[in-house]
Structures are given as structure tokens and as C-alpha cells.
């Protein structure tokens, strides 16, 4: 297997458009946009259509997107199912469509394993799962996108202990964090001495307020890449601030937009980024995708204001 190291910097949780029998051309627009700004792509059924039959969205949006993604950009995909069998089930499908592909590019599978599991002997079931594989895997820690109530779970979090733990399974490469930022630096703290295991922010506010020195993985992303390359290259120094006064002023502009972005879309993030989407023309989905509901004034005024992909325009 070839070592590859998940990036730093920007990775976009890429809109996926409706409809149950996607096609390449539905989100080639969107991979042509967001290209040459990020550093990885996240390919997220649960988060952007949660009620559909989840092995065979995940399985086919991997192949379309094996198809079309760039071979240099890391492709992360998420197979957490609704329990643990519909996990074990969308992890053995996706193996073996990755299966010889780790030679080639960085693929890496992400699961949320709280959603189906406990915090109690989580390095092991991974150690099971992953064994007699090439797979690299990135773990989520996201409260708030535990889809079921679990009453016999206690905790919504990673422990840091198990954390710990979890990095020293081999295939086990990184984490995506959307807790608080206490519970961030207490993963990174007892992450210190393991410099190639990444720990990405999962929210935008947390990395604008207190970036982590992995990167980003961003739902705006998907409207306004070149703003967010800008802002996190900034903040992991990964960029030549040659007329120094000028570009941190620039920073701190861009910054800002993004924060009151953020804060615009955070009720219904994923249908009103398909929505603005739709209506920049870089998704064509079938009509009624998209019902008149409450957030319909608030997304007009924003596609108003807004009406180039990937430019940003006076608060």
C-alpha cells in the first residue's frame, strides 16, 4: 500500500444533488468549480440525503466520483450506516471498490462510529473490521449528527483516552472534529506527538475562531472555494504574505464574509446550498427538489446578493 498522508488544508463536503439515480454531469459542474481549491473532496450521504437507502447511494456516488474527481485531490468517504451491520455491509461494498486504487491516489473511508457504536471497545471492533486491509480510515467525532437516539450510549463524544487508542491502529489516519473547542484541544493535546495524524475541524466557526493545524472540512465551501483557500492558507501559513498589510486586511475581510455565511445558511445548510446551486446552474435537479418552505425568502435574498458562484460581495 502506498503511504499516502491525508492532506492539509481544505477539504469540501460536497453538495450532492437529488434524485435516487445520479449521473456524472449532475456534480461535474461543481468538481470543475471547487477543483484546484481544495485538497480533498468528502463524499457524505448521510449528511445531504439522509433518508435514502445509504449503501446504494454511497457505492454509486463512488463510482461516479472516481470517475471524475482529479487523481491528486484525496477523496474521503463516509460509510457509516444506521447500525452496525449496515456499516460492516457499506464498508465491505466500498472496499472492494477501492480495492488496488490505494496504489494510485489517496482514498480513505470515514465513519461516525458513535452513531452505532460505544466509546467501550471501539479499538478493537476497528481493529477487526480493518484487518487483512489496505484501507485508511478517518474517525468522526460529531454529536449533533448522531441521526438515532442511543439510550444505552452514555457519551456523544471520543473519549481522548480512546482516541489515543484508535490512532495506534494501523489503517486509522485522522479525525474530523465537530465538538467544542475544549473538547478540540483535548484532542490535540493528546494527539501532540503525533504530527501525521490529522485533526480537521468539522465546523466552519471553530476554525475561523481557533484554526486546528490540519485544515477544514466545509459545507460553504461548496459556493465560495477560492474565499475559504484564501483563509486557510492564511492560518496554516501555507502562503507567501508578500504585501503583508494589505493581504492580512484581505484575510480578515474574507474571514468575516465567511463567518456571517456560516450563520446565514447554519438552520438548513444542506437544501439551501443545493438551492443556490440549482440556481447558479451548476445543479439541474428535478423540479419540486426543492419544496416552498419557510427558508425559501431567506435563500432568494441570498442568491439575490449573490449571483456569481464563487465571488464574494459587500455584507
Known amino acids: 500500500m502506498k503511504n499516502f498522508s491525508p492532506p492539509r488544508g481544505l477539504i469540501v463536503n460536497l453538495a450532492l444533488p437529488a434524485g435516487e439515480e445520479p449521473v456524472a454531469g449532475d456534480f461535474l459542474r461543481l468538481i470543475n468549480m471547487v477543483s484546484g ?69 489517496p482514498i480513505y473511508l470515514a465513519d461516525l462510529p458513535l452513531a452505532y457504536h460505544s466509546n467501550r471497545g471501539l479499538p478493537d471492533y476497528y481493529r477487526e473490521l480493518l484487518s487483512g486491509t489496505d484501507v485508511s480510515l478517518v474517525i468522526i467525532n460529531d454529536p449533533e449528527g448522531i441521526f438515532h437516539p442511543k439510550h444505552f450510549f452514555k457519551r456523544k463524544n471520543i473519549i481522548p483516552s480512546v482516541l489515543r487508542k484508535l490512532a495506534d491502529v494501523p489503517n486509522i489516519r485522522g479525525l474530523i472534529n465537530s465538538s467544542d473547542l475544549k473538547r478540540s484541544l483535548s484532542y490535540s493535546w493528546i494527539m501532540r506527538d503525533q504530527m501525521e495524524f490529522r485533526i480537521y475541524d468539522g465546523k466552519e466557526s471553530f476554525f475561523l475562531e481557533n484554526p486546528s493545524k490540519s485544515g477544514l472540512v466545509s459545507i460553504t465551501a461548496n459556493l465560495f472555494p477560492s474565499s475559504w483557500r484564501l483563509v ?84
Not at 446504494?56 to 457509516?80: D, G, H, N, S
Not at 446552474?281 to 427558508?295: A, L, T, V, W
Request: hydrophobic share 35%; charged share 25%; with cysteine.
Open 232 to 315: 486557510i492558507d492564511s492560518s496554516l501559513g501555507t502562503e507567501d504574505l508578500t504585501c503583508f498589510p494589505d493581504q492580512v486586511k484581505e484575510r480578515w475581510y474574507v474571514g468575516r464574509f465567511l463567518q456571517e455565511i456560516a450563520r446565514e445558511i447554519e438552520a438548513h445548510a444542506p437544501i439551501f446550498i443545493r438551492y443556490v446551486l440549482n440556481y447558479w446552474g451548476i445543479f439541474q435537479d428535478p423540479p419540486r427538489s426543492y419544496p416552498n418552505n419557510h427558508f425559501e425568502t431567506q435563500a432568494l435574498h441570498f442568491v439575490r446578493n449573490h449571483p456569481e458562484p464563487d465571488k464574494i460581495h459587500p455584507l
Open 37 to 105: 481549491k481544495v485538497s480533498g473532496i468528502l463524499i457524505d450521504p448521510l449528511y445531504w440525503a439522509p433518508t435514502m437507502e445509504i449503501l446504494k447511494y454511497q457505492c454509486l456516488f463512488l463510482e461516479r466520483c472516481l470517475e471524475i474527481i482529479p487523481p491528486e485531490l484525496a477523496l474521503f468517504i463516509v460509510m457509516t450506516g444506521h447500525n452496525e451491520d449496515e456499516t460492516r455491509e457499506n464498508f465491505l461494498c466500498l472496499n472492494r471498490k477501492i480495492k488496488g486504487l490505494s496504489e494510485e491516489r
